[in-house]
């Protein structure tokens, strides 16, 4: 094999520079394992001395099986807008997500950091060295900071994916799981499709106001009070009921206005297609991933 050969095929592997990839063959001998090796030591100090800089952006990267019950959600962190665009950075996360998605317990749903998923294997690496890697070839920081692998199929998910890079990925991503008494049809996940869309337009605190944190009610109630001023004591308790009450409609899913149909809520969408499609319909799980 001729000496530009090597350094393509070099190239090809690893994605480094000619001139890197000349200096690594040079450096052992025409041995491509072994100049693999040296260009990833190299990689490591450059990537070591990118990995305290700060990551604003990034992407939700969706990995999806043929099934709506078997997915994985990844928030990747980078630091530039242009560098989340960059195709390099959308097919490693790509990756990075299924091979998550391959190694997460099955019939669960499972969350977890980066510590949980650093030393997985991913493409004879690990996911921990491929990240170094990918930092020293776009040159920029890079994070994975947290996932989730929906595998339970006590649920149906409808996801929605908001200002999109890819077809997987994008800035924003919803999820939304349904518990039902019978199988959801596809004509009615479609009718339905408007509910994670919800969640990523309004950012709902709670699915209603039973899973509220109680510490936000109590917190607001106090904001309510210090806002009162000089108010008849026999209006109080009427005023807070009437405020909280505001608020909860405002702040969790089931009772705000459907975005598509301000004059219904959420809860009213949901009764009324499972009445008309005969199925008893109840949102179980709600998540809103955002950069």
Partial sequence: MSSMELIKKLRDATGSG?????????????????????????????????????????????????????????????????????????????????????????????????????????????????????????????????????????????????????KNAAKMGSVIGIKSDKEISDSLKSDLKIIPMQVSAMKPMAIDKDSLNPKVLEDEVDIIKKQMGDVNPDKIDQIISGKINKFVKENTLLDQSLISDPKITVSTLLKDSGSKN??????????????
């Fill in 18 to 166: 000619m001139l890197d990839c000349k200096n690594a063959l040079a450096e052992n001998q025409d041995n491509l394992d072994e100049a693999v090796k040296w260009l990833r030591e190299k990689g490591i100090l450059k990537a070591q001395k990118k990995q305290d800089r700060e990551t604003k952006e990034g992407i939700i990267s969706f990995y999806f099986c043929p099934t709506s019950k078997d997915f994985t959600v990844c928030k990747i962190s980078c630091e530039t807008d242009f560098v989340a665009k960059n195709e390099d950075f959308l097919s490693f996360a790509k990756s990075i997500t299924k091979s998550i998605h391959d190694n997460s317990e099955p019939n669960k749903i499972s969350r977890g950091s980066y510590e949980d998923i650093k030393l997985l294997a991913h493409d004879s690496k690990t996911i921990e060295a491929t990240i170094t890697d990918t930092i020293s070839k776009i040159g920029e920081n890079i994070q994975v900071v947290s996932f989730t692998s929906y595998k339970s199929s006590e649920f149906t998910y409808l996801t929605y994916l908001h200002n999109k890079y890819s």
């Fill in 278 to 291: 005969d199925v008893s319909l109840k949102i179980m799980l709600m998540d809103l991933y955002s950069i």
